[in-house]
């Protein structure tokens, strides 16, 4: 019997993440394939060259319609891939005939433990899909804003039922996919919030969120869910440049658990590391921060970031694969 079927997209400067999160599928997920949709040619290019036997890269403009790429002019680069989200899960299962589920999933997340207790809750489930709520930390409640679920670990089976799912889901964000809350919903995630009524028992609610861990959620679930979590969602993890340093953001905003770090962040950034080491001199771009050549005030910055905003920052040598000497 074939592992589980994983699908995502993301651009080269998210490339680091989406290698983590393939090396912890390679852990986690026996058996596995991971279908990208590659957001630029860099993108395309170095994951090509790696000659992964799991790793399978779909071509942007290859699976683009008419009505896609009219969006894309019309659109932010956040909202075009936001836009695209929902059409991914029908492009791999266009594409890996063998696939009787295929499961959408974030690419700045990363397995923690086995995945299969949130593949069997949906497997027993009877359902056709799998929305996982935010499930906030109450003083973090963002669902006004960001929505009750969260686009981020959504299997969908081979099915009618889930294509009737996904191909409303589709024509949704072809009308409206906009990062600009005052205009209606979030980008693609609010339309989640009608699918329980809209889709009834075709839609399974994950009925344990501790097992998809997140800065929005960790507090409320950290002690409960340590020892049984099976991803914990990234969100607000980035790379910067800086006088020929790497500047880790770890975090931001939510003030994380002492052990979190050593079971977590640690492991990740190990993850984050070892993928640059494998990739050509040169071959990505990490945001600078202002150097003091081009704003004196480029390490102060931080300082009230560090203070005032949680930031957990770590820094080492910029990477080769950083670098353009």
């Known amino acids: 019997m074939s592992g589980p079927v994983f699908c995502t997209l993301f651009d080269s400067g ?14 986690h997920a026996a058996g596995m394939r991971l279908w990208v949709l590659a957001m630029d040619t860099q993108c395309r290019q170095l994951l090509t ?18 009505e896609l790429r009219l969006a894309r002019r019309m659109r932010s680069w956040a909202e075009y891939c936001w836009t695209l989200t929902p059409f991914l899960p029908s492009f791999v299962l266009a594409h890996d005939f063998a696939a009787e589920t295929v499961t959408y999933i974030d ?30 930390t109450p ?58 009524n809209l889709f009834g028992r075709d839609v399974y609610v994950l009925d344990q969120p501790a097992l998809t861990l997140a800065p929005w959620n960790i507090e409320r679930f950290w002690k409960k869910s340590r020892t049984q979590l099976c991803l914990y969602h990234f969100q607000g993890f980035r ?11 770890l975090t931001a905003g939510v003030p994380m658990p002492r052990e979190a770090f ?26 600078p921060l202002p150097s ?21 920052v770590w820094w080492a040598p910029l990477p080769a694969a950083m670098r353009g000497d």
């Open 139 to 196: 003083h973090r409640d963002c669902t006004s804003s960001a929505g009750t679920y969260c686009v981020q670990f959504m299997p969908f089976r081979r099915t009618p039922q889930s294509a009737k799912i996904l191909h409303w889901w589709q024509q949704r964000c072809l009308e409206y996919c906009s990062s600009d809350l005052t205009l209606g919903s979030l980008g693609d995630q609010g339309y989640l919030e009608d699918w329980p």
């Open 49 to 66: 060259e790696l000659k992964h036997p799991a790793l399978h890269v779909l071509d942007l403009e290859a699976c683009e319609t008419e």
């Open 14 to 27: 998210y490339l680091p993440q989406g290698l983590a999160l393939l090396r912890s599928l390679e852990r």
């Open 107 to 136: 690419a700045d997340c990363w397995l923690v433990g086995a995945i299969t207790p949130l593949l069997e809750r949906f497997e027993r489930s009877g359902a056709h899909c799998m929305i996982t709520p935010h499930a906030y």
């Open 239 to 249: 790379l910067f440049s800086f006088a020929g340093l790497l500047i880790i953001r």
């Open 292 to 312: 003091p050549n081009q704003d004196p005030r480029g390490v102060l910055l931080l300082l009230p970031r560090l203070i005032f905003l949680h930031w957990a």
């Open 262 to 287: 050593r079971l977590l962040f640690h492991p990740y950034v190990s993850d984050i590391k070892a993928m640059l080491r494998d990739m050509p001199q040169g071959a990505l771009k990490a945001r």
